[in-house]
């Protein structure tokens, strides 16, 4: 497991010898770049959870390692590395990342190359801007490709060919990170992948120390026994590798106590912030007027009896919904809102399917055709499992295809239009039965607060509810008080009253107040939802159709009249629990004579009482001149002004010359500790090294190995000489020096260390005292220690 690295001359400088690779060597940085990636590319599993990126992470991390050490191997410059990046990208990328366009499942295809080099540019926007996970849908597998791929191969080339081989660790670390950030708002196991990755790393670490390291003193060998020399004066006398696996995996304990302490007792509040959190969807509700606002068009004669939907396999009490609307103003019922953010107002694109395993209920797949129906709004059932659209354009639809899973609502960007057509699977959720609404507790979903609520709303549901114990139990009497009190016109039959379109604060007023309580699904609907609210029930409504010929064998053919609104209310054992709060159809009564209005004779006006000016409070104000303080001098006033200025300064330049201070403070400490050591024999062999490592400060680099007489003979001079002799015969002489001997010695280096400086300039003295050349290798290898 070696590998040789010599110098040779070149000019005027020294320069590495390529590294001539060894089995060993390869196997082990490739074997670490496989843990470290393997560890890393787990952050793509919560944006995949499919089989189908595994196998794309194992293949791209084979075939990019292959290409990586056949680089090295046989020297291949840049270019040709990269030239054999793109050709295995071209080769694999179909099979890998676009699997629906490869022939045979493993062979690249026209149109799958021609969508994987568009899907290599634009297929990051769109991973940004669907609904997790997204399995192999299209071409989002592209990302993961270009990220394992790209990352092994960059990473494993500069493990093996570079300088500083342990800068191949950055690539994993590269992978992890954009990994999260194209991931989801939720972390599956922040703590294991982040100290799993770091663990890695450190290992890795400590090899590329424990390497460099033998192979220095190998060198150093080879030089000395070249030399003449014996060997063991090189010999390493303490393995490096398990002093720094210990002390990393100590920091690795207290880094994951401190993790999952901080994580126990302060969880985080919120998601984490990830690229999709500011990435602005390209579907806003709130750009489209709200659905329910064009109520009464389906039921105009033009479009009461025009065919709207054809639906297949549609239940026997199905109900089709086209959207949800929670947030409302005094003005309209919308989807979401521009002053409250609303779940159901963020829409997302989703992949071919969606994930509802949670949800308990019945199956049921519809096939759609749209006849006279018009909008962005998608008419879906239940809770959307999966779509395909068929029909002209299908592809288009299926790439403008956004939903909303909390309120269930699906949209498409390109308006839908007669001719088109889908299937769609979801599940129809589990609802109570009428008569148990009184059991049931309000839940705990989330809607935007009520922008106004109407007069007589609340009053009137007091004198419903009066008497009546228990949430469930009221929402239940209001509902029947609803379908007791009122009538349905929609106020486009002229046998019937007038009944008013729209749903603002004056029209539902205006249903709570009048004679007899006329309107339709729109009013009574909405009423329903802002009492339900009242109650503390959430609520929403529901805006779709409710077609009574419903042949579930066969086709059922969805007319204008056919249009409804409703509620859902979230309860705590069902979820949401939908109610129809519309009376049945019966006849209207005829309105009863209004009495006359008795007109009333003025009153005489009555001068009010004059003042009393007798009560006036004649209380003078007290005096507050005592606690003025006076004012200060100007001189005083300049010299505080200047003090604080020169405090702020002082604290600036106390931040910022922190780090050099400490550093001239830790080497005055070696000094002084290597001054006071216990015996005269360790005093002076510190007074040789505080010399050495000031002459290593002010620029000079001693030669590996070098002894004593070798140092000073590269320094010059003979001081340098005198003092390196004298402590070579204390080291080496067979009596204990004495206590004078050493004081000589520090007095000679305290001389040598002045005369270094004598020809430098201040900034030149300023740079020597806060090097940090001699601070680190054997000269404080015991600093500190105890």
Known sequence: MTSVSSRTSVGSGLRPRRRVLSLGFTLVNTAMLWVTTGIAATALWATYRSPQVVILIVVATLVGSAIAIGGARFRWSSPLVLGATVGAYAVLGVP??????ALYGVLPTGQGLLELFRGTALSWKQLLTITLPVGSYQTLLIPALVLVLGTVVIGLTVALRSRYGELGAVAPVVLFVVATMFGPGFASWPLAQALGLLAAVLLWMIWWRWYRRRESIRRLARALDAAGRPLETVADRGFVGPRTLLGAALLIAVAAAAGIGATTLLPPTGQRQVLRSAVEQPFNPRDYVSPLSGFRHYELPATADSTVLTVRGLPADGRIRIATLDSYDGIVYAVGSAAVTSDSGSFTRVPSTFDQSTMSGTAVHLDVTIGDYRGVWVPTIGKFESIEFTGRGATSLRDAFYYN???????????LRSGDAYSLDAIEPVQPAADDLGALRPGTATVPKIGTLPDNVASTLDDWVRGTTGAGNQLA?????????????????PNQPGSRSGHAADRITELLTDQRMIGDQEQYAVTAALMARQLGFPARVVFGFAP????????????????????????????????????????????????????ARPQSPVQPPPDDQQTRNTQSPPDTTQDQTEPLEPWLVIL???????????????????????????????????????????????????????????????????????VASAIGGMRPLVLAAITDRAVFSPTEPDDDDAENVWRS???????????RTRWQRIRAAVSLKSLGGYSVKKFFTR
């Open 96 to 101: 890998l990342a676009v699997p629906t366009r």
């Open 405 to 415: 899973n909390t309120s269930g609502t699906a949209a498409v960007l390109t308006p």
């Open 477 to 493: 009497e209001m509902i029947s008080q609803l379908k007791k009190n009122g009538y349905v016109s929609h106020g486009v039959d």
């Open 548 to 599: 009574t010929n419903i042949d579930p064998a066969g086709v059922t053919t969805v007319r204008g009249s056919d249009v409804s609104a409703w509620i859902e209310v979230n309860s705590a054992r069902y979820g949401w629990v939908t109610i129809d709060p519309t009376p049945a159809i019966r006849p209207i009564p005829e309105e009863l004579p209004q009495e006359p209005t008795r007109i």
């Open 640 to 710: 505080f002004a200047v003090l604080t200025v020169l405090g702020w300064v002082v604290l600036g330049a106390a931040i910022v010359l922190a780090p050099f201070l400490a550093v001239i403070v830790a080497k005055v400490r070696r000094r002084r500790k290597r001054r006071r050591e216990g015996t005269p024999l360790e005093r002076i062999s510190g007074g040789w090294r505080e010399y050495e490592d000031s002459v290593i400060d002010r620029g000079f680099d001693p030669p590996i190995g070098a002894t004593r007489t070798e």
């Open 749 to 759: 280096v305290r001389e040598l260390v002045a005369t270094l400086d004598d020809d």
